[in-house]
């Protein structure tokens, strides 16, 4: 082991990496920060990936060194040496007796010699052949079992004193010491009484501020209802980080196992699972090169996965970013191409076990895009949600905007004709169209293989490979190419955003049509419709057969169907809802509606073309879709409503649609701003000045010696930032991460800043809100300037309506903005020992966004060296406060 270390430049590195491979964490990163993105070597996560799978690791040389137990490096020049133990730590697992993730190692191994994974030839003496044959992924996976439908909840009043008493047992303190929390636990109870009249369910509006203790207060009266009704709780989430962290808190709340089932379920949507079919046919050959390795990676990690979940759970979100390319995305199924019972992996299948799961379970934990999903089209009535508490509740008008909207694009349109029609060009794989997915289907049955052929026929009219040069070159093939084409141009020559020279997206709202676009959209309709009405056919048809089956329809073949019906269903929806966007072109606007035509472009290349159709009001379909069959849903979050005004949040809970008044509660910070944070308007950066923006960056960062969590409203001005300030923070032993610049997906970006107190985070808007980093690591939350509303269409559209309420527009964006400001600001103080100072680069910060701020947080307007000198004061006197003995105060 080599323990001398010298200081090499970039060239040098590159250089020596080129001709040895050498011993790294995350190649990928490693690259990037060299600017040379072919290199390689031995990278330790890899060999991390096939000796511990599904083990969390923080991807740093602090985080593997914890992870093996072994010292972390106390300076830059330990980290070589550290790398070379953590290789020999790792690479001596192998040879212990109580390796926990032996089986099946030798198997994958021998695959990864043939495709000469640099490290099989390390592994090969150090695994021995297991003596008898070992078992594989798919035999090794347990098998789920059918389950008898459960009863319908009991009708249940829950009281105070016993939610109180539930309370106490989860947090472990007296029921006395936290007066909030329990009141907050009493009003979410409310949502759990019986309900009283049909389409009337009890809807209870709960702002907690940080630190009341919102989850342990929701899931006293939701476990306890779950217990004596016998129902289910959906809890729902807008962040994969929350869903964690509710996973880890119910255990609390609920027993392991109850009656041999977990009572506790993580649900999210099937692409996120992975698909096992496509991992088989990934490890016969399906993928190629590199891909290939992570396909055996994959594999070792599914066989000790606790759910199968690829994105966001036990799978290493760094996992995927290795090897540089969408193979993750391919193994899951992303476009629902499921065989259900055809396939042989269905009675292992995760995306199976945790649909039934959820059925049987008693808290699910869901996100807001999964629990709308399942109140418009789940698959049976267990399925649906009817007590929900949606946590980060603020989200909910945004998700249901997303679900509840129409998009006409080249890329959903020749996702539909694939789904369809199948594999066309020499494509690899399993992908099978409609008519071999139902091939029994077709040859017992004459009209649904009539049904079958006609929609294959239809589909030919969609967009086809290489569709987007086609529209680009002006030269379209078919009716649905015709219509892209002619609203690329169109969007082309209306729009104005200012987009056009810096790479945006570019949009034009749907109006003053000329004769040949409703031509074009005309034709297009047509042959959506021509597809439509066979497939309505199939799906009657298959309904007829589960019905009244022949002999020959089977638990297995029954289940398949009902799966094809389901899909079929969706499908049929999505294009109603295309023809609809079509069939008012040209006519009068529609007043619940928002159109636009738009071209997506990322740095200046275009991606997707396309129609869009949002809902003015989003909470409208919500109410219907998820309200209305509801027994009681909460919606909680710190930042529900705005300042005291309960206006726009009762607006935007969708309870005014169903004539119903929520129940509202809110709850203040227990902790004490006044002491613990600072707000600092940092008044002399001009607006548009790059270099004087990162070098005010760069100051902060470096006064507070890390620790900072910068928020964004622009990429391109995160990267220009990021690239003026990294290379000389990182010198100064203050590393700096960014979304979008680090091949590192987000997820692990937080792990790494948290893990390290001299780390800083650049991000947009998912940091805003997505991070819960209590402690001393952020310590210094910095705003590029006020978070003002992307003037796009839609919200122009709302701003509008707004105004018509009497509200004004710009009412509607400092609404938008101080709910910013506030999940921005609530990043800094997770904790009562917390300290931390928010920082506002804005040379003209409104004094009406101010109330965004918790009350007696102290707000001073100043320079930039002010604020300096105010951020390395705090930090000194926090450091010298760690070092003053105890008892001094
Ligand atoms: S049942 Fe469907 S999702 Fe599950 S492994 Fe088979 S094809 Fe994939």
Same mark, same amino acid.
């Given at each position: 082991?080599?323990?001398?270390?010298?200081?090499?430049?970039?060239?040098?590195?590159?250089?020596?990496?080129?001709?040895?491979? $050498?011993?790294?964490?995350?190649?990928?990163?490693?690259?990037?920060?060299?600017?040379?993105?072919?290199?390689?070597?031995?990278?330790?996560?890899?060999?991390?990936?096939?000796?511990?799978?599904?083990?969390?690791?923080?991807?740093?040389?602090?985080?593997?060194?914890?992870?093996?137990?072994?010292?972390?490096?106390?300076?830059?020049?330990?980290?070589?040496?550290?790398?070379?133990?953590? +290789?020999?730590?790792?690479?001596?697992?192998?040879?212990?007796? &109580?390796?926990?993730?032996?089986?099946?190692?030798?198997?994958?191994?021998?695959?990864?010699?043939?495709?000469?994974?640099?490290?099989?030839?390390?592994?090969?003496?150090?695994?021995?052949?297991?003596?008898?044959?070992?078992?594989?992924?798919?035999?090794?996976?347990?098998?789920?079992?059918?389950?008898?439908?459960?009863?319908?909840?009991?009708?249940?009043?829950?009281?105070?004193?016993?939610?109180?008493?539930?309370?106490?047992?989860?947090?472990?303190?007296?029921?006395?010491?936290?007066?909030?929390?329990?009141?907050?636990?009493?009003?979410?109870?409310?949502?759990?009484?019986?309900?009283?009249?049909?389409?009337?369910?009890?809807?209870?509006?709960?702002?907690?501020?940080?630190?009341?203790?919102?989850?342990?207060?929701?899931? *006293?009266?939701?476990?306890?209802?779950?217990?004596?009704?016998?129902?289910?709780?959906?809890?729902?989430?807008?962040?994969?980080?929350?869903?964690?962290?509710?996973?880890?808190?119910?255990?609390?709340?609920?027993?392991?196992?109850?009656?041999?089932?977990?009572?506790?379920?993580?649900?999210?949507?099937?692409?996120?699972?992975?698909?096992?079919?496509?991992?088989? &046919?990934?490890?016969?050959?399906?993928?190629?090169?590199?891909?290939?390795?992570?396909?055996?990676?994959?594999?070792?990690?599914?066989?000790?996965?606790?759910?199968?979940?690829?994105?966001?759970?036990?799978?290493?979100?760094?996992?995927?970013?290795?090897?540089?390319?969408?193979?993750?995305?391919?193994?899951?199924?992303?476009?629902?191409?499921?065989?259900? *019972?055809?396939?042989?992996?269905?009675?292992?299948?995760?995306?199976?076990?945790?649909?039934?799961?959820?059925?049987?379970?008693?808290?699910?934990?869901?996100?807001?895009?999964?629990?709308?999903?399942?109140?418009?089209?789940?698959?049976?009535?267990?399925?649906?949600?009817?007590?929900?508490?949606?946590?980060?509740?603020?989200?909910? @008008?945004?998700?249901?905007?997303?679900?509840?909207?129409?998009?006409?694009?080249?890329?959903?349109?020749?996702?539909?004709?694939?789904?369809?029609?199948?594999?066309?060009?020499?494509?690899?794989?399993?992908?099978?169209?409609?008519?071999?997915?139902?091939?029994?289907?077709?040859?017992?049955?004459?009209?649904?293989?009539?049904?079958?052929?006609?929609?294959?026929?239809?589909?030919?009219?969609?967009?086809?490979?290489?569709?987007?040069?086609?529209?680009?070159? #002006?030269?379209?093939?078919?009716?649905?190419?015709?219509?892209?084409? +002619?609203?690329? *141009?169109?969007?082309?020559?209306?729009?104005?955003?200012?987009?056009?020279?810096?790479?945006?997206?570019?949009?034009?709202?749907?109006?003053?049509?000329?004769?040949?676009?409703?031509?074009?959209?005309?034709?297009?309709?047509?042959?959506?419709?021509?597809?439509?009405?066979?497939?309505?056919?199939?799906? =009657?048809?298959?309904? *007829?057969?589960?019905?009244?089956?022949?002999?020959?329809?089977?638990?297995?073949?029954?289940?398949?169907?009902?799966?094809?019906?389901? +899909?079929?269903?969706?499908?049929?929806?999505?294009?109603?809802?295309?023809?609809?966007?079509?069939?008012?072109?040209?006519?009068?606007?529609?007043?619940?509606?928002?159109?636009?035509?738009?071209?997506?472009?990322?740095?200046?290349?275009?991606?997707?073309?396309?129609? %869009?159709?949002?809902?003015?009001?989003?909470?409208?379909?919500?109410?219907?879709?998820? =309200?209305?069959?509801? %027994?009681?849903?909460?919606?909680?979050?710190?930042?529900?409503?705005?300042?005291?005004?309960?206006?726009?949040?009762?607006?935007?809970?969708?309870?005014?649609?169903?004539?119903? +008044?929520?129940?509202?509660?809110?709850?203040?910070?227990?902790?004490?701003?006044?002491?613990?944070?600072?707000?600092?308007?940092?008044?002399?950066?001009?607006?548009?000045?790059?270099?004087?923006?990162?070098?005010?960056?760069?100051? =902060?960062?470096?006064?507070?010696?890390?620790?900072?969590?910068?928020?964004?409203?622009?990429?391109?001005?995160?990267?220009?930032?990021?690239?003026?300030?990294?290379?000389? =923070?990182?010198?100064?032993?203050?590393?700096?991460?960014?979304?979008?610049?680090?091949?590192? &997906?987000?997820?692990?970006?937080?792990?790494?800043?948290?893990?390290?107190?001299?780390?800083?985070?650049?991000?947009?808007?998912?940091?805003?809100?997505?991070?819960?980093?209590?402690?001393?690591?952020?310590?210094?939350?910095?705003?590029?300037?006020?978070?003002?509303?992307?003037?796009?269409?839609?919200?122009?559209?709302?701003?509008?309506?707004?105004? #018509?309420?009497?509200?004004?527009?710009?009412?509607?964006?400092?609404?938008?903005?101080?709910?910013?400001?506030?999940?921005?600001?609530?990043?800094?103080?997770?904790?009562?020992?917390?300290?931390?100072?928010?920082?506002?680069?804005?040379?003209? @910060?409104?004094?009406?966004?101010?109330?965004?701020?918790?009350?007696?947080?102290?707000?001073?307007?100043?320079? $930039?060296?002010?604020?300096?000198?105010?951020?390395?004061?705090?930090?000194?006197?926090?450091?010298?406060?760690?070092?003053?003995?105890?008892?001094?105060?």
């Amino acid at each position: 082991m080599a323990d001398s270390t010298r200081g090499v430049g970039k060239g040098e590195a590159i250089v020596a990496a080129a001709d040895t491979p $050498l011993l790294m964490i995350n190649a990928p990163l490693v690259a990037s920060r060299l600017g040379y993105p072919d290199l390689s070597g031995l990278d330790l996560l890899e060999l991390y990936a096939f000796i511990h799978p599904a083990r969390f690791v923080v991807p740093t040389p602090k985080g593997l060194a914890h992870a093996l137990g072994l010292d972390e490096p106390v300076a830059d020049d330990k980290v070589p040496l550290l790398l070379q133990e953590a +290789a020999e730590a790792l690479l001596a697992t192998c040879e212990r007796t &109580d390796w926990a993730e032996r089986e099946g190692a030798w198997t994958a191994l021998q695959s990864l010699v043939r495709m000469r994974w640099p490290w099989s030839t390390l592994l090969t003496p150090r695994i021995k052949k297991p003596e008898k044959a070992e078992r594989w992924l798919f035999a090794r996976l347990p098998e789920w079992e059918e389950a008898p439908e459960r009863p319908q909840p009991a009708q249940v009043t829950l009281s105070d004193q016993a939610i109180a008493t539930r309370l106490a047992e989860l947090t472990g303190a007296g029921a006395e010491t936290r007066p909030t929390q329990r009141e907050y636990a009493r009003e979410t109870g409310r949502t759990f009484a019986p309900r009283g009249a049909l389409r009337q369910p009890h809807v209870v509006l709960a702002q907690a501020g940080t630190g009341t203790g919102k989850t342990f207060g929701y899931l *006293a009266p939701a476990s306890l209802w779950a217990e004596q009704s016998g129902g289910t709780v959906w809890v729902s989430t807008f962040t994969k980080a929350l869903q964690r962290q509710l996973r880890r808190e119910s255990r609390r709340a609920f027993p392991a196992e109850r009656n041999g089932k977990p009572p506790v379920v993580v649900r999210k949507g099937r692409e996120n699972y992975l698909c096992l079919l496509n991992l088989e &046919d990934a490890l016969q050959g399906g993928f190629g090169g590199r891909a290939a390795i992570l396909a055996q990676l994959v594999a070792r990690w599914a066989a000790y996965s606790q759910d199968g979940d690829m994105i966001g759970g036990d799978l290493p979100g760094w996992l995927g970013t290795l090897f540089r390319k969408r193979g993750i995305a391919a193994l899951t199924d992303q476009r629902g191409e499921c065989v259900y *019972a055809g396939c042989p992996h269905y009675r292992k299948c995760f995306i199976e076990r945790a649909s039934r799961a959820s059925a049987q379970a008693e808290l699910v934990i869901a996100n807001h895009a999964l629990v709308m999903v399942n109140a418009a089209r789940g698959r049976d009535p267990a399925q649906r949600p009817t007590r929900i508490v949606f946590d980060e509740g603020h989200h909910v @008008f945004e998700a249901a905007d997303s679900t509840f909207s129409s998009a006409l694009t080249g890329a959903e349109t020749i996702e539909l004709r694939r789904w369809v029609i199948g594999p066309e060009a020499k494509s690899r794989g399993r992908r099978r169209g409609l008519s071999a997915r139902l091939a029994d289907v077709t040859s017992y049955d004459e009209e649904g293989g009539r049904a079958v052929e006609q929609a294959r026929h239809a589909a030919e009219a969609l967009p086809s490979e290489g569709w987007l040069a086609r529209i680009v070159e #002006g030269t379209p093939l078919g009716p649905i190419e015709d219509l892209l084409s +002619a609203a690329r *141009a169109l969007t082309y020559a209306r729009d104005e955003s200012g987009g056009q020279d810096a790479g945006y997206a570019l949009e034009t709202e749907v109006a003053q049509l000329d004769g040949a676009f409703i031509e074009v959209a005309g034709r297009a309709q047509e042959a959506l419709e021509s597809l439509r009405k066979p497939l309505v056919r199939l799906g =009657l048809r298959l309904e *007829a057969l589960i019905e009244d089956g022949p002999d020959w329809l089977d638990g297995p073949a029954r289940a398949r169907i009902e799966g094809a019906r389901g +899909a079929i269903g969706w499908r049929t929806d999505l294009l109603a809802g295309w023809i609809a966007l079509l069939a008012r072109l040209g006519g009068p606007g529609d007043p619940d509606f928002v159109d636009w035509l738009s071209v997506e472009r990322s740095d200046g290349r275009e991606w997707d073309v396309g129609l %869009h159709r949002h809902y003015l009001d989003p909470m409208k379909p919500f109410a219907e879709t998820v =309200l209305a069959p509801a %027994h009681g849903v909460m919606m909680t979050s710190a930042t529900l409503r705005d300042g005291d005004d309960w206006d726009s949040a009762v607006q935007r809970s969708g309870a005014p649609h169903l004539d119903l +008044a929520p129940r509202l509660f809110a709850a203040d910070s227990p902790f004490d701003y006044a002491n613990q944070a600072e707000v600092l308007i940092v008044t002399d950066v001009a607006k548009g000045d790059i270099p004087g923006l990162a070098a005010a960056y760069g100051r =902060l960062i470096e006064a507070s010696g890390g620790g900072a969590l910068g928020l964004f409203t622009a990429i391109r001005r995160l990267r220009a930032v990021y690239g003026r300030i990294a290379d000389r =923070l990182a010198r100064g032993g203050l590393p700096l991460f960014a979304q979008h610049v680090d091949p590192i &997906d987000t997820g692990t970006l937080v792990d790494i800043f948290r893990d390290d107190p001299r780390a800083s985070l650049l991000g947009t808007d998912a940091l805003r809100d997505g991070v819960d980093v209590p402690g001393h690591s952020l310590r210094l939350v910095i705003m590029e300037q006020v978070p003002w509303p992307k003037p796009s269409i839609l919200h122009r559209a709302r701003r509008l309506a707004n105004h #018509g309420k009497g509200g004004g527009g710009q009412a509607y964006d400092d609404r938008i903005i101080r709910a910013r400001l506030a999940q921005a600001f609530g990043r800094l103080i997770r904790s009562a020992d917390d300290k931390g100072h928010f920082v506002v680069l804005s040379s003209a @910060f409104p004094s009406r966004l101010l109330s965004a701020f918790p009350p007696g947080t102290p707000i001073r307007r100043v320079t $930039l060296d002010a604020a300096l000198q105010s951020v390395a004061a705090s930090v000194s006197g926090a450091e010298a406060a760690a070092k003053r003995p105890e008892g001094i105060s």
